[in-house]
Every structure is written in structure tokens, then in C-alpha cells.
Nanobody, 123 residues
Framework: QVQLAESGGGLVQAGGSLRLSCAAS????????MGWFRQAPGKEREFVAA????????NYADSVKGRFTISRDNAKNTVYLQMNSLKPEDTAVYYC????????????????WGQGTQVTVSS
């Protein structure tokens, strides 16, 4: 099983940028599709982005397409989420996730979760 730890959250003004990082430990990181989810207050956790084990396949929620970019560095056991043109509606706790399948990951089938990092976008 993969252990995950997010970092990089914070407070930013609308239109600004943040980069989240997710450090992973465990032997299976390089073969796991990875992804990001978020949960805003009073709302259900929702899928944000996913990336295949090699980085060659990515998938995004419609709400973040063109603004967010997911990437990974398998040599550093780290997955990233670059968030640009942030909006107040992007405010949420962002969670890193691992799964055995990029398709199932986007559907919420996750084998490991991080503890989450808060992102707050002010208007």
C-alpha cells in the first residue's frame, strides 16, 4: 500500500496560482495511477485530476480543464497539481489518492488517501 502526504496548500487571491505536491512512500508508487480530489465545506468529495503510472495519460474534471495540470516524477515518488487561474469556487481541502486503475480512480475507487491540504481562494 502507498502512504501519501500532501503539501503546498494555502491562501491565494483569485487569479493566482498554487502548486500542490504529494509525496508517496511504498514500493508500488511507480506502478500506481495517482490523482487529486477535493472537498469543499458542505459538499461531497469530487474528482479533480488523474495521471497514469508513466505520466502519459491524464484525465481532468471539466471544472478544472485548461487551468490545472497534473504531473508526476517517479524518481522522486511525487505527484503534483499545478493550479492556475484559481477561482473562489476552487476553495476546498485537496486530497492525493492512489488507485490500481486510472478509470476506477476517476470513479472514486481509491486504495490510499492522503490527509489533505487546505486551499483557500479569496475574491
Amino acid at each position: 500500500q502507498v502512504q501519501l502526504a500532501e503539501s503546498g496548500g494555502g491562501l491565494v487571491q483569485a487569479g493566482g496560482s498554487l502548486r500542490l505536491s504529494c509525496a508517496a512512500s511504498g514500493r508500488t508508487f511507480t506502478t500506481n495511477p495517482m490523482g487529486w480530489f477535493r472537498q469543499a465545506p458542505g459538499k461531497e468529495r469530487e474528482f479533480v485530476a488523474a495521471i497514469g503510472w508513466s505520466g502519459g495519460i491524464t484525465n481532468y474534471a471539466d471544472s478544472v480543464k485548461g487551468r490545472f495540470t497534473i504531473s508526476r516524477d517517479n524518481a522522486k515518488n511525487t505527484v503534483y497539481l499545478q493550479m492556475n487561474s484559481l477561482k473562489p469556487e476552487d476553495t476546498a481541502v485537496y486530497y492525493c489518492a492512489a488507485s490500481a486503475s486510472i478509470v476506477r480512480l476517476a470513479q472514486g475507487s481509491v486504495s490510499s488517501w492522503g490527509q489533505g491540504t487546505q486551499v483557500t481562494v479569496s475574491s
